[in-house]
């Protein structure tokens, strides 16, 4: 079997707001094609270095890599799609009119732009509210609306943020069958998370706990590793709780 191509490299980052250190010396190289999940709880500082993967931000000691060049940078923006974890969406407008200002943005035009947009709006099951304001949208809805954006310039590298929560357990099935589709397709996908039966569905992930990497490895290693029989009592393992 091929080698797959580093995709992301981490490298020695540190990140700290003031006093406070949010992540701590991360190592990581997350592989072409794969679905790969930063699992952590709520202020571990998965939404910070994904952040920085995204360009967003900056460490405040070591260097990301995106496509062998290092972030941020200009030259990677429309090879990455990313979904914020609180919407980033014109409350007044409606989706379509939301779709079609990011394509704008992204340089999808005429046809194609026309046609993106059908495909994401049917993927995230959102086709038939497609003329309404977003403002009369449910939480769950904005989500998958944010998710349709992200998609729309078919970029080879998604950075997901949560991208499940406030979806119904029928829709997220489906949500995560698309993502195994894009990574059919080749994309590599990077999605944070704290619910446990997700990070089941992830190819390899990465435990963050107190802004550290405290393990990396398939779901099935992890559990092996630590004699457990889930990911979540693999975790407590892994940040050094006793069982
Ligand atoms: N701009 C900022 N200024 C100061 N502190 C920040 C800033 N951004 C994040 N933090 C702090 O960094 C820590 C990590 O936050 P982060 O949002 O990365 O965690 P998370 O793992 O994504 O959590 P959640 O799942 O709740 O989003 C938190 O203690 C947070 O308060």
């Known amino acids: 079997m091929k080698e ?6 981490i490298k020695n980052v540190s990140k700290s707001f003031g006093k406070h250190q949010v992540l701590k010396d991360i190592n990581l190289d997350i592989n072409e094609g794969e679905i790969f999940g930063l699992l952590g709880p709520s202020g571990a ?16 000691k070591g260097e990301n890599y995106l496509f062998h060049e290092k972030m941020p940078s200009l030259n990677l923006i ?4 990313y979904m914020a974890q609180s919407d980033a969406l014109y409350e007044e407008l409606s989706a379509k009119e939301n779709l079609q200002f990011f394509s704008e943005l992204y340089g999808l035009k005429g046809q194609k ?3 993106r947009i059908e495909e994401v709006m049917e993927l995230v099951k959102l086709s038939g509210d497609i003329t309404k304001l977003v403002s009369n949208y449910s939480g769950g809805m904005k989500r998958r609306l944010s998710l349709a954006i992200a998609l729309l ?19 997220r099935k489906s949500i ?14 990077i999605v944070t ?11 390899r992930l990465g435990l963050i ?19 457990s029989v889930t990911i979540e009592e693999a975790f407590l393992v892994f940040g050094g709780v006793e069982r």
Do not use: Y
């Open 176 to 189: 995560w069958k698309a993502f195994s589709d894009l990574k059919a397709q080749g994309k590599t996908l």
């Open 78 to 81: 429309k090879r990455i799609g």
């Open 4 to 9: 797959s191509e580093v995709c992301v490299s």
């Open 45 to 60: 500082g998965k939404t910070t270095l994904v952040k920085e993967l995204a360009g967003l931000d900056e460490p405040s």
């Open 153 to 171: 310039h078919e970029p080879e590298l998604l950075i997901l943020d949560e991208p499940t929560v406030g979806i119904d357990p029928v829709l």
């Open 193 to 203: 998370t704290h619910v446990m039966d997700e990070a089941d569905k992830c190819d």
């Open 113 to 115: 732009q026309a046609q």
């Open 209 to 227: 706990r107190d802004g550290k990497l405290i393990a990396v490895g398939t779901p099935e290693e992890l559990k092996k590793q630590t004699n």
